[in-house]
Protein backbone atom coordinates (compact mmCIF):
# COMPACT_ATOMS: atom_id res chain seq x y z
CA UNK A 1 0.00 0.00 0.00
CA UNK A 2 1.13 3.55 -0.27
CA UNK A 3 3.65 4.90 2.43
CA UNK A 4 5.26 7.79 3.85
CA UNK A 5 8.66 7.29 5.33
CA UNK A 6 10.07 10.32 6.79
CA UNK A 7 13.75 11.22 8.76
CA UNK A 8 14.97 12.14 11.57
CA UNK A 9 12.53 11.34 14.04
CA UNK A 10 14.04 14.22 16.40
CA UNK A 11 16.44 16.95 15.40
CA UNK A 12 18.07 19.85 17.38
CA UNK A 13 19.74 22.49 15.84
CA UNK A 14 21.41 25.96 17.22
CA UNK A 15 19.60 28.81 16.57
CA UNK A 16 20.28 30.35 13.28
CA UNK A 17 21.78 26.46 11.91
CA UNK A 18 19.45 25.12 8.84
CA UNK A 19 17.32 22.35 9.33
CA UNK A 20 16.67 19.07 6.38
CA UNK A 21 13.91 17.01 6.76
CA UNK A 22 13.67 13.96 4.52
CA UNK A 23 10.93 11.94 3.07
CA UNK A 24 10.53 9.13 0.61
CA UNK A 25 7.00 7.82 -0.85
CA UNK A 26 5.78 4.29 -2.41
CA UNK A 27 3.43 5.50 -4.63
CA UNK A 28 4.35 6.94 -7.94
CA UNK A 29 1.04 8.33 -8.99
CA UNK A 30 1.24 10.48 -6.07
CA UNK A 31 2.07 14.21 -7.61
CA UNK A 32 1.21 16.82 -4.52
CA UNK A 33 3.23 16.81 -1.72
CA UNK A 34 2.95 19.06 1.54
CA UNK A 35 4.29 19.71 4.47
CA UNK A 36 2.53 20.66 7.87
CA UNK A 37 3.59 22.19 10.94
CA UNK A 38 2.01 21.22 14.07
CA UNK A 39 2.92 22.92 17.47
CA UNK A 40 1.90 21.26 20.91
CA UNK A 41 -1.70 20.80 21.33
CA UNK A 42 -2.38 22.40 18.01
CA UNK A 43 -3.90 21.72 14.22
CA UNK A 44 -1.27 20.46 11.59
CA UNK A 45 -0.69 24.04 9.88
CA UNK A 46 0.32 23.99 5.63
CA UNK A 47 3.25 25.49 5.33
CA UNK A 48 4.64 24.70 1.74
CA UNK A 49 3.21 22.56 -0.72
CA UNK A 50 4.84 21.24 -3.89
CA UNK A 51 3.03 19.64 -7.47
CA UNK A 52 4.93 17.30 -9.26
CA UNK A 53 5.56 19.26 -12.23
CA UNK A 54 8.10 21.97 -9.65
CA UNK A 55 11.52 21.22 -8.78
CA UNK A 56 11.44 23.25 -5.93
CA UNK A 57 10.02 25.83 -4.12
CA UNK A 58 10.42 28.27 -1.49
CA UNK A 59 8.89 30.05 0.49
CA UNK A 60 11.16 33.14 2.17
CA UNK A 61 13.07 30.76 4.79
CA UNK A 62 11.17 27.76 3.91
CA UNK A 63 12.19 25.60 0.52
CA UNK A 64 11.44 22.26 -0.45
CA UNK A 65 12.68 20.02 -3.28
CA UNK A 66 11.15 16.41 -5.38
CA UNK A 67 13.08 14.35 -6.67
CA UNK A 68 9.98 12.32 -8.78
CA UNK A 69 12.57 9.91 -10.09
CA UNK A 70 13.89 8.69 -6.86
CA UNK A 71 10.41 9.55 -5.44
CA UNK A 72 12.00 11.48 -2.46
CA UNK A 73 11.14 15.17 -1.48
CA UNK A 74 12.64 17.74 1.38
CA UNK A 75 11.83 20.39 3.43
CA UNK A 76 15.11 22.76 4.05
CA UNK A 77 14.28 25.45 7.14
CA UNK A 78 17.34 28.14 6.88
CA UNK A 79 18.08 30.31 9.59
CA UNK A 80 15.99 28.42 12.21
CA UNK A 81 14.58 30.30 15.27
CA UNK A 82 13.01 29.16 18.32
CA UNK A 83 9.69 29.32 17.40
CA UNK A 84 10.12 26.98 14.38
CA UNK A 85 10.11 24.15 17.27
CA UNK A 86 7.47 22.08 16.72
CA UNK A 87 6.55 18.48 15.05
CA UNK A 88 7.33 18.69 11.11
CA UNK A 89 4.97 15.82 8.94
CA UNK A 90 5.42 15.41 5.62
CA UNK A 91 2.58 14.36 3.21
CA UNK A 92 1.59 12.42 -0.09
CA UNK A 93 -1.32 12.54 -2.22
CA UNK A 94 -3.00 12.18 -5.49
CA UNK A 95 -4.08 15.37 -6.12
CA UNK A 96 -7.39 16.21 -7.90
CA UNK A 97 -8.31 12.46 -7.81
CA UNK A 98 -11.29 12.49 -5.89
CA UNK A 99 -10.24 9.06 -4.08
CA UNK A 100 -7.02 10.36 -3.29
CA UNK A 101 -6.10 10.34 0.06
CA UNK A 102 -3.00 12.45 2.41
CA UNK A 103 -0.72 9.84 3.66
CA UNK A 104 1.66 11.23 5.88
CA UNK A 105 5.34 10.40 7.21
CA UNK A 106 5.98 9.75 10.89
CA UNK A 107 7.24 13.56 11.58
CA UNK A 108 10.11 14.60 12.66
CA UNK A 109 10.22 16.71 16.50
CA UNK A 110 12.33 19.55 15.41
CA UNK A 111 13.91 21.63 18.44
CA UNK A 112 15.78 24.97 18.02
CA UNK A 113 17.82 25.90 20.88
CA UNK A 114 18.27 29.52 21.72
CA UNK B 1 -14.24 32.73 10.87
CA UNK B 2 -13.07 29.37 11.96
CA UNK B 3 -12.32 27.94 8.49
CA UNK B 4 -12.94 24.31 9.82
CA UNK B 5 -14.34 23.72 13.19
CA UNK B 6 -15.03 20.66 15.23
CA UNK B 7 -16.70 20.38 18.82
CA UNK B 8 -15.89 19.21 21.21
CA UNK B 9 -12.40 20.07 22.17
CA UNK B 10 -12.22 17.58 24.86
CA UNK B 11 -14.22 14.49 25.95
CA UNK B 12 -13.39 12.42 28.60
CA UNK B 13 -15.94 9.30 28.60
CA UNK B 14 -16.51 5.61 30.39
CA UNK B 15 -16.04 2.45 28.66
CA UNK B 16 -18.87 1.09 26.73
CA UNK B 17 -20.30 4.41 26.26
CA UNK B 18 -21.58 5.81 22.51
CA UNK B 19 -20.35 9.65 21.90
CA UNK B 20 -19.98 12.13 18.99
CA UNK B 21 -17.67 14.86 16.65
CA UNK B 22 -18.93 17.35 14.62
CA UNK B 23 -17.15 19.20 12.19
CA UNK B 24 -18.03 21.81 9.71
CA UNK B 25 -15.95 23.93 7.36
CA UNK B 26 -16.91 26.96 5.42
CA UNK B 27 -14.31 27.16 3.04
CA UNK B 28 -16.53 25.77 0.31
CA UNK B 29 -14.35 22.71 -0.08
CA UNK B 30 -15.93 19.47 -1.99
CA UNK B 31 -13.89 16.91 0.22
CA UNK B 32 -13.98 16.18 4.21
CA UNK B 33 -11.92 13.74 6.16
CA UNK B 34 -11.58 12.36 9.73
CA UNK B 35 -7.55 12.17 10.79
CA UNK B 36 -6.41 9.72 13.94
CA UNK B 37 -3.57 11.03 15.72
CA UNK B 38 -2.21 8.29 18.23
CA UNK B 39 -0.48 8.75 21.10
CA UNK B 40 3.35 9.11 19.11
CA UNK B 41 1.33 11.61 17.22
CA UNK B 42 1.20 9.79 13.74
CA UNK B 43 -1.68 10.81 11.37
CA UNK B 44 -3.72 8.01 10.03
CA UNK B 45 -6.51 8.69 8.11
CA UNK B 46 -10.53 7.41 8.83
CA UNK B 47 -12.67 8.20 6.21
CA UNK B 48 -13.24 10.77 3.03
CA UNK B 49 -16.25 11.77 2.05
CA UNK B 50 -16.78 14.09 -1.51
CA UNK B 51 -20.13 16.02 -1.61
CA UNK B 52 -21.85 13.95 0.61
CA UNK B 53 -20.98 10.26 -0.68
CA UNK B 54 -18.16 7.63 0.86
CA UNK B 55 -14.88 7.40 -0.56
CA UNK B 56 -12.43 6.25 1.87
CA UNK B 57 -13.40 3.68 4.42
CA UNK B 58 -10.24 2.93 6.12
CA UNK B 59 -10.10 -0.44 7.49
CA UNK B 60 -11.91 1.16 10.62
CA UNK B 61 -14.08 -1.27 12.80
CA UNK B 62 -17.95 -0.82 12.09
CA UNK B 63 -18.12 0.75 16.03
CA UNK B 64 -16.95 4.25 14.35
CA UNK B 65 -19.69 5.42 11.58
CA UNK B 66 -19.19 8.84 9.97
CA UNK B 67 -22.49 10.83 8.22
CA UNK B 68 -22.33 13.70 6.24
CA UNK B 69 -25.31 15.35 6.10
CA UNK B 70 -24.13 18.26 3.25
CA UNK B 71 -21.11 18.66 1.86
CA UNK B 72 -20.00 21.34 4.94
CA UNK B 73 -20.99 19.01 7.59
CA UNK B 74 -19.22 16.22 8.58
CA UNK B 75 -19.95 13.82 11.85
CA UNK B 76 -18.36 11.01 13.77
CA UNK B 77 -20.67 8.91 15.95
CA UNK B 78 -18.75 6.20 17.83
CA UNK B 79 -20.29 3.31 19.50
CA UNK B 80 -19.21 1.14 22.53
CA UNK B 81 -15.94 3.15 23.18
CA UNK B 82 -13.03 1.26 24.27
CA UNK B 83 -9.51 2.33 26.06
CA UNK B 84 -7.76 1.89 22.42
CA UNK B 85 -9.82 4.60 21.06
CA UNK B 86 -7.86 7.06 22.85
CA UNK B 87 -6.61 9.70 20.83
CA UNK B 88 -6.78 12.82 19.34
CA UNK B 89 -9.27 13.22 15.85
CA UNK B 90 -8.99 15.83 13.11
CA UNK B 91 -11.37 16.55 10.72
CA UNK B 92 -10.08 18.46 8.02
CA UNK B 93 -11.42 19.70 3.99
CA UNK B 94 -9.96 19.96 0.65
CA UNK B 95 -10.68 20.98 -2.74
CA UNK B 96 -10.28 18.12 -4.89
CA UNK B 97 -7.36 16.79 -2.74
CA UNK B 98 -5.08 19.88 -2.44
CA UNK B 99 -4.28 22.06 0.47
CA UNK B 100 -5.83 20.32 3.42
CA UNK B 101 -7.38 22.34 6.44
CA UNK B 102 -7.49 20.78 9.67
CA UNK B 103 -9.65 21.30 12.35
CA UNK B 104 -8.71 22.23 15.87
CA UNK B 105 -9.18 18.48 17.04
CA UNK B 106 -11.11 16.50 19.52
CA UNK B 107 -8.91 14.67 22.38
CA UNK B 108 -10.74 11.70 23.20
CA UNK B 109 -9.97 10.21 26.61
CA UNK B 110 -11.58 6.63 27.38
CA UNK B 111 -11.33 6.02 31.16
Known sequence: GENVEQHPSTLSVQEGDSAVIKCTYSDSASNYFPWYKQELGKRPQLIIDIRSNVGEKKDQRIAVTLNKTAKHFSLHITETQPEDSAVYFCAASRGSSNTGKLIFGQGTTLQVKP | ?111
Open chain 2, 1 to 111: DTAVSQTPKYLVTQMGNDKSIKCEQNLGHDTMYWYKQDSKKFLKIMFSYNNKELIINETVPNRFSPKSPDKAHLNLHINSLELGDSAVYFCASSRSNYGYTFGSGTRLTVV
